[in-house]
Structure formats: structure tokens, C-alpha cells
């Protein structure tokens, strides 16, 4: 591809750089030009500055204490990272991410919250998300119980025009409704008002932010090395036809959150007709002799911190590596710097990075089982015993291998235990073998990586774990509980996987206590005897 043209090309919108040979209809062409309005959100977004301010203001004058974001993917990420890399202060509400349908995280937030001095921002582009809406339908209940009318005035709205959450806010009269642009598709939308509602509560100045991503921007219209957007998605792009498809992204500790929202971008965006990026953005850096040759590395670094890695040593041992350097305070370009750079990586490798052809498959399945529960009152599911999940791992473990990777999915409550427990499985399968590991936890990575590994390479093992809940909490207005609704998106999405051809063993715990000691005990017993 012409790399001098494809700049200009890309800021004039258009389509055909995204539309390789055999896949041109004008259907497409009509969906990326609806997915392209990120390009001027650095700009377009300035007139929203003032309302999102405003906002801000308001949470304050009301002594808000805690807001709670309602959202998936492209509609919380970003504010995850906002969250974590900034110091709030101190008479400002502290934000909490809330993307799961996980019983014991939402009935834990219910317990300590004090409803009067809590907020909560429910975020959905599509406005009919099921996590997001069912999150809604619980946490409104508990709010108009507590608060009766005065509920209202504790909410807030995201969304496109015209959705299902338009109406529901209009109808339910949430304090404010913001209407975003529709032509930002939800992984792009980072610098857009699913970005700048939350950045605006915490504190976050929202006009610096957008004028250093109106920087990146203009430095996105140049060609050549001055263009970094343009560096790092060749360098991607490259990689990826090169066999080093493990994008595996080095990050200092203040901006590690950034890595899950670097993970959905690229892999939502690249993997699909066989081909993208794998980021790994979660693993502790070891020695360059623990990675396989299907690796690329892109080091990120601030003025303040370096990463935790040696990179000298990466480098010298042959693998691929791009050193990046970002102001401490330019939060904004780096979200440019990605997103352009995952437009331009689209583009080289002949892919539309702007749709998710195979997310919505585990959504139908997910669907089809809760309309089979609603009926039957039971899923129809038999998880294996413990010596079926352990000879089911061991078996997938003695064969991995670079270019295979290992994706855990897990199920289970976020708890420091489990996830103990499963680093330090990633670090034995790391060692033992060179091949990659990634961690998503369910159902947030159905909205982020999960159309990769059923529309990437075919290089994908999987492990998906699964556990009782202790409790059962109805979703309210619907025949199921949030334990039912984990279960068969978890489900849903393994069978999704297994459809695709993908290799998948599953590990389920009964007892909903001491689910850290069962969990390690299978995965040392599978660990025995498995190369």
C-alpha cells in the first residue's frame, strides 16, 4: 500500500482504503463513513466542554461522593484509564467502573452505597447493551427504594440518538441525557462524551485534554517519521504479516489501565478474516528468553516513568520493538495516537477495522440460552467434574506452542486470590513453552477481544473458567439472575469458540467459598505432566 497517499486518503474519508479486492459493496462503503467522526472529535467535541463542566459542577454543589459508571467496552474503558492515571481530588466524587454482570461485585456496591450521595452514569452506544441495561434495572430498584422520585436526579445518560436508553431516560427523567455523535463508532469513542462526561467528574481539565489530542491529530496529517500514528500502525501492521502478531505493549505502573483499553481497540479492530493483532498488555515483563518468535513490542514510556522492562535486552535478542514517549499530561494524544494508528494497521493488513462481525455471535447464543432458561427454568448445562477439567487442560497445555496463545476467560468474582492463581499459571505456560497468555475476565472481554479469537488467526487455546455463585439476585423485569445471565454469556461464548474449530477446556467450581485454593489445586494438578 501507497503509505505517501494513504494519509490524505484516510482524513478524506475515504472508504476504499478499508475495502480490499473482493469486499467492495456499497453497504460497506456507507457503514465506515458512519464510523469515521473520531478523525474531528478532538475539535467537534470542544462546544461540549462547557455542559460536561457543568455537569462536574453539579456533582459537587450536591457533595456526590461516589459515581458509578454502567458500561462495556468502548463505553467504559477509556474512563478506566482516565480513573486510574489521574489524582482526584479530594472534593471531587471518586469514579467506579462497573462493567460485569457478576452478583457478588454488583450486591457488594448495593451494600455500602449511601444513595444519596451517589450518582450513576449508565453509558451505551447502542442504548440496549444487556450488561449495561440489566446494571440500570438493578440500581435503579435499589435507588427508588431509597430515594423514591428523587432517584431521577442520581442519573445520568450516554448514548446515540434514538436509542432504547434515550427513551428510558427521557421517560424515568434522568438529570441529563448527552446524545453523542453516531458516526463515532464505541472503541473510537474515547475522546468523545463517553470519554469526557466521566473525565469532567473526576476532575480532569476536558479542554486540555482534546487540545493535546488536537495535537497528535495534526501530527497525524503528516507523512513520513514525523507522523507516529502512521509509524505505529505500519509497525503493527508489519509485524503481524511478519508472523509477530503478539502485539505486547510495555507500560509504566501510572499507565497500566491504559493497556485494557489499547487491548479492545486493536484486537476488536484487527482481528477478523484470519489475520490482526493480539495485544498482550497485562504481563509482567520477563526475560527476553521467555518469549516465543511471535512477538512484537511496543515500549511506552512518560517523562516521569520508564517501563518495567529491560527493552535493551528484548531488542538485542532480535525481537521487533518501537519505543514510544508521551507528556505525563497528554493522556488525549496518546487515545489519537492509537486510534489513528489502529486505522492505518486496518488499512495494510486489508481488513474494515471499524465493524465486529463475529461479537454478535456469543450475544445470539447468550440470547438463545436465557429464552431456553425462561422456559425450562434451568440452563442446559453439565460442567465438567474436576479430573474431566484437569485432563481437558493438561491436554491443551502439551501441545501449546508459538504461534498458539493461551486465552483465559474467566468467570469468576475478581478476587486477589483467583487472579493469583491464574498468574501463576500465565508464568509456568510462559516459561515451560514461550507461547503467549492473556487474561479476560467475563463478560468484559466479549466486548474486546472476543472477536478476535473467533475472527483472528487460528491460533487461539482457550481456558474458560466458570463457579457457583454464593447468591441469586434477580435482574429486575426479567426471568433470570445475574448468576443466570454470567452463566450463558459464558456458555454462549464457548460455544461460539468450539463452532469456530477453537481448542477450549473449561474448569468449573462448585463451592462458591475457598474458590482460590480449588482453583489452583486443578490448575497445579494440570500443570503435572503436561510439558
Known amino acids: ?126 442504548g440496549g447493551t444487556v450488561e449495561v441495561m440489566s446494571m440500570e434495572r438493578y440500581f435503579w430498584a435499589r435507588m427508588h427504594a431509597a430515594l423514591g422520585a428523587r432517584a431521577a436526579r442520581h442519573f445520568v445518560a450516554i448514548t446515540d440518538p434514538g436509542t432504547p436508553l434515550q427513551s428510558r431516560a427521557r421517560g424515568r427523567g434522568y438529570r441529563e441525557t448527552f446524545i453523542n455523535p453516531p ?17 469532567a467528574i473526576i476532575g480532569i481539565d476536558v479542554d486540555h485534554l482534546l487540545r493535546t489530542a488536537a495535537d497528535m491529530a495534526a501530527g497525524c496529517r503528516e507523512t513520513g517519521v514525523a507522523n507516529s500514528g502512521l509509524s505505529l500502525g505500519t509497525f503493527i501492521a508489519r509485524e503481524c504479516t511478519r508472523g509477530r502478531d503478539k502485539l505486547t505493549v510495555l507500560l509504566p505502573p501510572s499507565l497500566r489501565m491504559l493497556g485494557l483499553w489499547i487491548e479492545q481497540l486493536v484486537a476488536e479492530s484487527t482481528g477478523k478474516h484470519g489475520t490482526g493483532a493480539l495485544p498482550v498488555v497485562d504481563e509482567d515483563p520477563q526475560a527476553a528468553a521467555a518469549y516465543g518468535n511471535d512477538r512484537a513490542f511496543v515500549s511506552l514510556e512518560t517523562e516521569h516513568e520508564e517501563v518495567r522492562a529491560d527493552v535493551a ?37 486489508g481488513i474494515n477495522p471499524f465493524d465486529e462481525p463475529n461479537v454478535q455471535e456469543a450475544k445470539d447464543r447468550t440470547k438463545a440460552l436465557l429464552a431456553q432458561f425462561a422456559q425450562a427454568s434451568a440452563l442446559p448445562d453439565t460442567p465438567p467434574s474436576e479430573e474431566q477439567s484437569v485432563n481437558a487442560l493438561r491436554s491443551i497445555l502439551s501441545t501449546l506452542t508459538p504461534p498458539q496463545y493461551l486465552g483465559i476467560l474467566s468467570y469468576l468474582p475478581v478476587e486477589s486470590g483467583s487472579l493469583e492463581a491464574i498468574e501463576e499459571l500465565r508464568s509456568v505456560v510462559r516459561d515451560r513453552t514461550c507461547a503467549a497468555t492473556t487474561l479476560g475476565i467475563g463478560p468484559r472481554y466479549l466486548h474486546s477481544t472476543g472477536q478476535y479469537h473467533k475472527g483472528g488467526p487460528e491460533t487461539g487455546t482457550f481456558l474458560v473458567i466458570t463457579g457457583e455463585d454464593a447468591t441469586t439476585t434477580q435482574v429486575p423485569d426479567t426471568p433470570y439472575s445475574f448468576s443466570v445471565l454470567k452463566r450463558a454469556q459464558a456458555i454462549g461464548d464457548l460455544q461460539a469458540l468450539q463452532a469456530h474449530g477453537r481448542k477450549v477446556a473449561r474448569v468449573h467450581l462448585r463451592a462458591p467459598r475457598r474458590r482460590a485454593d480449588a482453583l489452583r489445586r486443578v490448575l497445579t494438578a494440570a500443570l503435572t505432566g503436561a510439558r
Open 183 to 199: 458516526d463515532i463508532g464505541g472503541r473510537f469513542s474515547a475522546l468523545s462524551l463517553f470519554g469526557l462526561v466521566p473525565a
Open 1 to 126: 500500500m501507497d503509505l505517501e497517499s494513504l494519509v490524505p486518503r484516510i482524513w478524506n474519508r475515504d472508504a476504499s482504503v478499508w475495502m480490499p479486492a473482493g469486499r467492495e459493496s456499497e453497504t460497506t462503503a456507507r457503514a465506515i463513513a458512519n464510523r469515521l467522526a473520531w478523525l474531528e472529535a478532538p475539535a467537534t467535541m470542544r462546544e461540549h466542554v462547557a455542559r460536561v463542566d457543568a455537569l462536574a459542577d453539579a456533582a459537587r454543589a450536591d457533595t456526590v461522593r461516589d459515581v458509578y459508571l454502567l458500561g462495556m467496552g468502548g463505553s467504559s474503558l477509556c474512563a478506566e484509564v482516565m480513573r486510574t492515571s489521574h489524582r482526584r481530588e479530594a472534593d471531587r466524587p471518586e469514579l467506579h467502573v462497573l462493567d460485569t454482570t457478576d452478583e457478588q461485585a454488583l450486591t457488594s456496591v448495593s451494600a455500602r452505597m449511601d444513595p444519596d450521595r451517589t450518582w450513576f452514569l449508565v453509558a451505551s452506544k447502542s
Open 313 to 349: 535486552a528484548i531488542e538485542v535478542a532480535g525481537h521487533p520493538l518501537l519505543r514510544l514517549t508521551m507528556r505525563a499530561d497528554a493522556l488525549g494524544a496518546e487515545f489519537f495516537r492509537w486510534e489513528f494508528a489502529t486505522a492505518v494497521a486496518g488499512a495494510a493488513l
